[in-house]
C-alpha cells in the first residue's frame, strides 16, 4: 500500500449529509450554508484559501495542513467541479476554482461527458469516464508516486468506498442540520466492518471522524 | 512570523516532567521508561523510527507525521545528544541518535563546550554556546526559509519560553507519573498568559496539548 486514497477535509451535516439539494451555479452547496459548514476550516492558519495572515494553530489546523501533503494527485465528481448536467455547452467555463484551483496537482473528474483538459496556474483539470478503479489507476499514475486524495462529493466518495478502493478518510461533522440533500451515510458506524474508527471532538465544535483500513 | 520556532511532539508525565532523573548512557531518559513515555507515538504509521509496516492512522499519527512537515532545522540542549557533563572525552562517541538520527536537517546542540560539527547520514550536528536568540538566528538561516524545531529536553524548552522566542508547541502529556525528574512545567495553565491551548484527549490515551501564541 504504497500510494493511498485519502479522502481529507470532507465535511457532512450532523444527519449525514455531504451537500445540501438544489445546487446551482450560485449555489455550489445546495442549500447547505457553506458558512456553516466549512467554519471550523477557513479559522485556522493553514486554510489553504487564506488570503490574510492569521488564523488557529490548535487541533484543526493539524487537519487543514494536511490536505496537500504527500498528494499528487486528486479525484473529483463532477458536482464538485460544477452544476452542469449533461453535455457540456460551455467550455469557457472552467469551474468554480477560480484561475488559482487550491489543488495545485492534476485532477481526474468524473464524467460521462468528456471533454479536453486544461490548465489553470498548477492545477490540471482531466475529464474521465470509467469505473472507480480504473480512474484510480490513472490518477496513481499521474501521483508520482505520491498519495491520491478522493475530493468527494458524497456520491463519488460512496462509490469508492462501494469498491473498498479507500485507505483512509477524514470526515469532520458539523453542528449544522440539512434534513435533505446528497448523504454520505446514516451513521459512521455502517463502515466499522472495513475501517478503525476514531471520534475526535475539535474545540471548534466540529467532530473529526478518522478512518483507516482494518 | 515566517519562520516559526515549533516543539513538536514533545512527552511529559502527568505530573509534568520531561526526563527523568539519573540520566546515563544506557538510561537516555534517567528513571522514566521511554517504552510508557512514547507508546503513543511509536504505535502510528509515520512513526519516523518505525522499521516495519502498519501501525494506526488516527489522531496520534497526524501528530508523528507533523515531525518533520516544513522543519529545515532542530534546535536541542546537550543532554538529547548524549549524557556526558563537561568537557568532551570521547569525540568517537557520536550521540545517541545511530548512524541514521531521524532529524535530517542541521541540529544546534547547546553546549558550554563546543567541538567541531560532523554528519551522520543526512543529518549535521553543530555544538554552539549562545543564548537563545543568537543560536536561534543561526538554525533560522541555515533551514532555507522553513521552520525550526525545538526539540527539547525540558530546561532547553523552558529557556526559550522564559525568551519568548517560542511560536507553537505540542506537549503529549502520558498518565506515567515520574514523580522526579526535569520538569517542563507544574500545569501547563502557566503559559495562558502568552498562548492559546487546547487540550484534546487522544482515545491512546494521552492528552494533547496543543499551544500556539496570542
Redesign the interface.
Known sequence: ?NQLLRVQNFNVSRDGYGAGEHQSLEQPFGHADPGDMFAWAGATASWPMRAD?GG????DD??T??FA?NIGAEIMGRNKFGPQRGPWRDHEWRGWWGNEPPFRTPVFVLTHHTRPSFTLSDTTFHFVDGDPATVLDLARKAAGGKDVRLGGGPTTIRRFLDADLVD?MHVAVSQVELGSGVRLWESPDELLDRF?L?V?P??SGVI?H?F?RR
Not at 488557529?56 to 487541533?59: F, V
Open positions: 500500500m495572515p488557529s494553530r490548535g487541533l493539524y487537519f495542513r494536511d501533503r483512509t478503525h476514531e475526535v475539535s474545540p473529526h478518522l483507516w
